[in-house]
């Protein structure tokens, strides 16, 4: 098995990083560009696994996008799409499979809908419950509520319907995002409503490509009929995802790094843990694309991550090096992503010597001395991102098939090398 064997910093640095462009609001731009029937060009997008995935199923469907060194050009849309069979490969990306599948109810043809193992395990039936309600004909393929899918209908309903909100937020996307195509929708949220930064995410995209969402206060959602999508260019803006580890790394290392490609003022949830390393000790500074993070230290906090759980994993390995108790909550839904990541982060903290405690939705890390050891990744870039801040500040911290990160941050080793953070890639 491939390992990365990371050497930390000697002293704290001074380093400017450039961020890539966010992987959630690049797959969300591709998906309505292909609504948009006419050619869009998005700017500064991220190459990833995950947008490359949802590239490739939009040219399966015979939407043709095109590629160059800067940016994406969406040529054709989903009026585009023949009557005949096809098969999609969502590869591991979760808003890929369900992002696209509105999109095949209301196209024509025999649409196969399915991911690598992985993804095949992480929960849809929510999403489809709600697209039923709409008149989608869609098939179970293997096990109820989960892909690979078969899709037979090729158009849709405006409807209200009515979708639970404890499972993802990206439900709640996918169904805005078709609501123009169909001529308009109205959701109503069955309680209470998770991740709600990545429902403003999309709202906002949507503003952007011409489509108004009225949200009302995160208990229902109505897109009007007769709007359609109108964008000619669509700029990326820089991904608070991948920035956070950058974030984390300055707090723990005390070091000064300005993160360029960043929008202070940004809708991204995952913006949200600036708030929580200021609250840790940390200075926070802006400028119109950039922020700097001039760090500290850490020490123990409490905090509720329902709005950012892709950043619980990184606030509980800097919570392992503070003195005292660390609690997180709202962590329900790391349960369905990638790995079950509650789980994943209290067997590889442990490993390191520091105490836990868990529940369904909480998890309380008990600060002290972490100790070196070899990191499983579950198949999750997130969490092999995370346990490398630790590198960052002991030694001996080795991480297992570190190539997962190519999922969203295919440059992340590298930039921790920009760092001064030793990177030894063995087999």
């Known amino acids: 098995m491939k390992q990365i064997i990371l050497t930390p910093l000697k002293m704290p640095v001074t380093k400017t990083i450039e961020i890539p462009g966010s ?75 369900r992002f696209i599948l509105p999109i095949l109810c209301v196209v024509p043809g025999i649409k196969i809908l399915q991911g690598k193992e992985g993804l095949n395990k992480r929960p849809i039936g929510e999403l489809v419950n709600g697209l039923r309600q709409l008149g989608a004909q869609i098939e179970y393929m293997d096990k109820e509520g989960f892909p690979p899918l078969k899709i037979t209908s090729s158009k849709l309903q405006a409807k209200n319907v009515h979708i639970k909100a404890d499972v993802s937020s990206q439900f709640f996307s996918a169904l805005f995002m078709i609501a123009p195509a169909i001529g308009g929708l109205t959701i109503t949220v069955d309680g209470i409503q998770i991740s709600k930064p990545y429902i403003d995410m999309t709202i906002d995209s949507m503003e952007k490509f011409g489509i108004h969402v009225v949200n009302n206060n995160y208990q229902s959602y109505t897109i009007e009929k007769n709007q359609i999508y ?63 993070i001039i760090g500290n230290g850490v020490k123990s906090l409490s905090v509720d991550m329902i709005d950012f759980p892709d950043q619980a994993q990184t606030v509980a390995v800097l919570a392992a090096f503070t003195e005292g108790k660390t609690t997180l909550q709202g962590l329900q839904s790391l349960h369905v992503k990638e790995t079950d990541r509650l789980k994943a982060t209290v067997v590889e903290l442990t490993k390191m010597q520091i105490k836990t405690e868990s529940t369904h939705e909480t998890l309380i890390i008990h600060g002290g001395n972490p100790k070196p050891a070899i990191i499983n990744t579950y198949g999750d870039q997130r969490t092999a991102m995370s346990f490398a801040i630790a590198g960052a500040k002991i030694s001996g911290i080795t991480i297992n098939d570190p190539d997962v990160v190519n999922k969203t941050f295919p440059e992340f080793w590298d930039k921790l090398e920009q760092l001064g953070i030793g990177v030894k890639e063995v087999t």
């Not at 949802?54 to 969406?74: D, R, S, W, Y």
């Not at 940004?266 to 400028?287: F, H």
């Open 23 to 97: 992987k959630s609001y690049t797959n969300r731009a591709l998906i309505m560009a292909a609504l948009t029937e006419i050619p869009v060009r998005i700017k500064n997008p991220l190459k990833s696994d995950d947008t490359m995935a949802m590239i490739a199923c939009l040219n399966e469907l015979g939407i043709t996008v095109k590629t160059n060194e800067k940016e994406i050009i969406v040529e054709g849309s989903f009026k585009d799409v023949k009557e005949k069979e096809y098969t999609l490969n969502a590869d591991l990306a979760a808003t890929v499979i």
């Open 230 to 292: 109108n964008c000619k260019e669509y700029i990326v803006e820089g991904d608070f995802s991948s920035a956070g580890y950058f974030i984390a790394i300055a707090a723990l290392t005390k070091s000064k790094l300005t993160l360029k490609n960043l929008n202070p003022d940004s809708l991204q949830a995952d913006k949200k843990l600036l708030q929580t390393v200021r609250e840790m000790g940390s200075t926070i500074t802006s400028t119109e694309d950039q922020i700097t």
